[in-house]
């Protein structure tokens, strides 16, 4: 583990959709980092930290979640068992404020329920209500995220909605993005609901983060301007926000791969955060859970746990 801190220095964006993005003028901000591992070989797709020191690593590839210390030993395997080893595809995570771990298997097509101490203890189906009064126990989700009174929300990108569900799985509302959101073609791909209400959603074609804070009625809009030399890529991989609205964007772009935007007077003031990365084309993805942003790289497999230091 390497800790150490790491300064922000301000930058502009661009004028979107009346949010003014504006060079920061406030003191310096730093990103501490809390833990840097590297964990086993392998395509890892979501993240949380569980407990006071686990990070938890989903590989649906291998079937299995990876649990490591944040001083980088691995801890333990999660698989589903039974008496055998059953097939798991964990897809989706979130970590639940009672300590517990929502994961969603693609496999077995539930919402499983894993304790502190790594043992899977409940699974629910997500059951969606069909046209005709139909019941259908979703396959897939885009991601999970936890709302006010236990809802657990589930992105579904192929129909531009988030889905609220009850802790038994029963359909508890909709969110029909496609209708709150005036883009077309859009594909909302991961969604992420604070404790005030507040919602923050990226849209995929457009490379943008879209956020309504507590009880605004209208969307504002976060965008980067697209990567240099590139026509292809949208300007964002991923997003994450903390409790006081601090969202953290990774980019496509080589200079300045990691960027922070401050919410402040007028607007959000952003900061690249100067991280030494692995070099290379990097495919990179983020997460607020536990107090922590977690960053990791899709390739190389690194991981980084970072703390925001006002």
Not at 117 to 135: H, M, S, T, Y
Request: net charge negative; with cysteine.
């Amino acid at each position: 583990m390497r800790c150490g801190n790491y300064w922000l220095a301000g930058i502009a964006l661009t004028l979107v959709a009346a949010m003014l993005l504006l060079p920061s003028q406030a003191p310096a901000q730093t990103l501490r980092i809390v833990a840097r591992l590297t964990p086993e070989a392998g395509r890892v797709v979501d993240a949380a930290l569980l407990g006071a020191d686990h990070l938890l690593l989903l590989y649906p590839d291998a079937g299995r979640i990876a649990d490591y210390t944040l001083d980088g030993e691995l801890h333990q395997h999660i698989l589903r068992e039974g008496g055998r080893e059953l097939r798991f595809r964990p897809s989706a995570c979130v970590a639940a404020p009672d300590g517990n771990l929502l994961v969603f298997d693609e496999a077995a097509h539930k919402v499983f329920f894993i304790g502190p101490d790594g043992n899977i203890f409940r699974g629910v189906d997500l059951a969606w209500p069909e046209p005709g009064g139909q019941l259908l126990a979703l396959s897939s989700v885009g991601d999970l995220t936890l709302g006010a009174s236990n809802v657990i929300w589930a992105t579904l990108p192929e129909r531009g909605v988030l889905a609220g569900f009850d802790r038994d799985g029963n359909h508890a509302a909709t969110l029909d993005l496609a209708a709150l959101l005036p883009y077309d073609p859009a594909v909302y791909t991961r969604a992420q609901l604070l404790s005030d209400g507040s919602l923050f959603v990226l849209e995929y074609h457009q490379g943008a983060v879209l956020y309504r804070r507590g009880s605004q009625g209208a969307f504002r809009r976060l965008r980067l301007a697209a990567p240099q030399d590139s026509v292809a890529l949208p300007a964002l991989q991923d997003f994450a926000v903390d409790d006081a609205g601090r969202v953290l964007l990774v980019t496509h772009s080589e200079e300045a791969p990691l960027t922070m935007l401050l919410p402040g007077d007028g607007g959000y003031q952003s900061h690249p955060v100067g991280l030494d990365l692995p070099g290379g084309n990097r495919r990179l993805a983020c997460r607020w859970s536990a107090g922590m942003f977690i960053v990791w790289t899709r390739d190389e497999t690194e991981v980084i746990v970072l703390e925001f230091v006002p």
